[in-house]
């Protein structure tokens, strides 16, 4: 049986968190299923974090995780040059020494896990930083398109870029290229038709399903919506018949990160959308940033990264339709208090 690399046992470990995304899961899983080896791993893991299920979890402050990375920063730098101290000892033992090869080998396997602790604590700083990074972009991107929104809302009298639809109209059906308006996303896509956003700036850099489209500003203009399902990975709020403008909506949720319970919509238009949720798909948040939240742009253009689902003045779930726990891509929200934020 082949043993298992550092990727497959990072794998795995980050499997028994609960920190892997949809994509990890998978993997992880395979893994586990075919390789004893792994099982086994992933057995020792959960038998050690068992405990952890007992304590009440609460969001960690931002303020705390930044100070707790500033001082590994500065563990790093100074264990660099700790270890840089004791490599010059070592090698000027090694040369006057005449100790065994068993020892000198003992010496130089130290120094190798000296060198795997301060590496590990390297990697999760830079991994922190990536993350950051990825939500700082999305956050700009998703301030850009509430620029758009108002570019467009000032040119067309205080209205929401919205085109015709009919009530009951499968509002999943995202990157539909027929006549009908059905898709939630062909609203937004008349920001990019008339050159209000670029037909790239609705893929979040944080997101592991998105891919840049690979067509013009001009191919853009000719299409009724976005090319695919993969060439936007953000979510929209759910757009009634009559939509209202910019200025009687006060603050309300616009667009937010992809809402996990549609990240796997049918490719095929033919077939229905049946989605019953449970309580894996009612706690998730988006898979854009590693399910540790998602960035929001408000109707007054304002970004706003949250930890939870439930946002706004009226506490209500962006990702969920109230009391609705089936879906088949047609329901409409009851009120307009129900935000709900849809394919």
């Excluded at 705390?64 to 590994?72: A, G």
């Excluded at 706003?304 to 990702?319: L, S």
């Amino acid at each position: 049986m082949k043993e298992l690399n550092r990727d497959e046992l990072e794998l795995i470990f980050d499997y028994c968190l609960g920190t892997a995304d949809v994509d990890q899961m998978d993997k992880a899983r395979q893994l586990i299923d075919s390789n004893p080896e792994a099982a086994d791993f992933c057995s020792k893991v959960q038998a050690s974090i068992g405990p952890l299920d007992q304590w009440a979890v609460e969001p960690c402050p931002d303020d705390l995780v930044e100070k707790t990375i500033s001082y590994v920063n500065e563990a790093v730098q100074s264990g660099q040059e700790k270890l840089g101290e004791l490599l010059a000892v070592e090698e000027a033992r090694t040369q006057g020494s005449h100790s065994t090869l068993w020892i000198n080998l003992g010496r130089r396997l130290a120094m190798a896990a000296a060198f795997m602790i301060v590496g590990s604590i390297v990697l999760s700083t830079m991994r922190y930083m990536r993350y950051q990074s990825w939500q700082a972009q999305c956050e700009a991107q998703l301030a850009g398109i509430g620029q758009g929104i108002s570019s467009y809302s000032a040119d067309y009298d205080g209205k929401l870029p919205a085109v015709a639809m009919s009530a009951g109209s499968p509002w999943w059906k995202v990157g539909y290229q027929g006549q009908e308006n059905v898709s939630n996303t062909r609203h937004i896509w008349l920001l990019v038709k008339g050159g209000y956003t670029g037909p790239n700036d609705f893929v979040c850099p944080g997101a592991n399903r998105g891919e840049l489209a690979p067509i013009s500003a001009e191919q853009a203009s000719s299409l009724p919506d976005f090319p695919s399902r993969k060439y936007i990975s953000y979510s929209l709020r759910l757009i009634c018949e009559q939509p209202p403008s910019v200025s009687s909506l006060g603050r309300k949720l616009m667009i937010a990160d992809m809402n996990p319970l549609f990240e796997n919509l049918p490719t095929d238009f033919g077939r229905p959308l049946k989605l019953q949720l449970d309580d894996r798909l009612l706690n998730q948040n988006s898979n854009n940033h590693q399910r540790k939240g998602q960035n929001v742009l408000f109707s007054d253009s304002s970004v706003q990264f949250v930890k939870t689902r439930r946002v706004g003045i009226n506490n209500d779930d962006m990702f969920t339709l109230r009391g609705t726990r089936f879906y088949e891509g047609c329901e409409m929200p009851t009120c307009d208090t129900d935000d709900f934020m849809a394919p």
